[in-house]
């Protein structure tokens, strides 16, 4: 099933996919932000050298990506899963006559072309700390954090020395984008659009996400359906993997504590793939927040 308007996707490998595991005084007291917003330089990073905690918690990357994908293509997806639950369990019963002939793994498959960025950019913007293959690391920091005089803006242009690294390595906090909708505070056409960008293979955006969605609340079907791919690892390849990609996050938690958002704002994540040239990521998010009334009001764009 595909959503409408959208090209059909080939179905492919999956395990990729698994191994993946984000300032008007009026429009803010029209829309009151829940608690402190961090520096407007944005938030900090601190590099550690690899002295940073090492966290192996699952991260609820793939519930992030569903979260922010567009509602017709997640419905779309949502549904051939539980239809391949179906017929996989037909297949498992010899009672039954399966009809469908869908495998969870098949349909993982056919999303991996849209989903794969969507997980990429979840997984690194969850991710608390960032580590290079030498052992430079960086360490996003909450809000609460007392301040070092050698932490990193991550919105800042500098791009001078180990600066420069470590907002490479920590990309969709220190490129992405807080998007504020206009007064009147629909979002409908605005969200469709950087929907459409998060489609679209030649698009920048990756996710595009809300208020509730950082705290764990998303369509309710993610984690039933995440819930099923859990109960059915086992009879999948990379059990762990698919165990870790389809956990879920605790309602009301804080998935990224060094942003708050409005309910009229939204935080855009680029796409890897979109992070250069530098401009390319915030000239796009810029034309269409500017074509439905909305603005860029925070970030290094």
Do not use: Q
């Not at 994908?69 to 017929?87: C, G, I, K, Q």
């Amino acid at each position: 099933m595909k959503a409408p308007g959208t090209a059909a996707i080939p179905r492919r490998g999956v395990l990729g996919l698994l191994a993946l595991g984000t300032v008007a005084a009026a429009a803010r007291s029209a829309y009151p932000v829940a608690r402190a917003r961090p520096d407007p330089d944005g938030p900090r990073l601190r590099i550690t050298n690899g002295a940073a905690p090492v966290r192996t918690e699952a991260l609820p990357a793939l519930w992030l990506a569903l979260a922010s994908t567009p509602p017709e293509r997640r419905a779309a997806f949502l549904d051939d899963l539980e239809a391949a639950f179906v017929s996989a369990a037909a297949r498992a019963n010899p009672l039954l006559v399966d009809v469908l002939d869908l495998d969870p793994e098949a349909v993982l498959d056919e999303a991996r072309p849209w989903l794969l960025p969507l997980c990429t950019a979840a997984s690194s913007l969850l991710a608390p700390t960032h580590v290079s293959a030498d052992g430079f690391a960086v360490e996003v920091l909450s809000p609460s954090t007392t301040p070092s005089p050698d932490d990193v803006p991550a919105w800042s242009a500098d791009d001078a020395g180990p600066a420069r690294r470590a907002r490479f390595l920590a990309w969709p906090v220190a490129r992405a984008l807080v998007v504020r909708g206009p007064a009147n505070g629909l979002l409908g056409s605005l969200d469709d659009a950087l929907g459409r960008s998060s489609l679209d293979p030649g698009g920048s955006v990756a996710l595009v996400l809300s208020a509730p969605a950082l705290r764990g609340n998303g369509d309710p079907r993610i984690a039933t359906v995440l819930r099923r791919l859990s109960d059915g690892a086992s009879r999948m390849h990379a059990t762990g993997d698919v165990l870790r990609a389809a956990s879920i996050p605790e309602r009301g938690g804080d998935l990224v504590p060094w942003i708050a958002l409005a309910e009229n704002e939204r935080l855009v994540v680029p796409k890897l793939g979109a992070i250069a040239p530098r401009a390319r990521f915030p000239d796009e998010v810029r034309r269409i927040a500017s074509a439905h009334g909305a603005a860029i009001v925070g970030g290094a764009g």
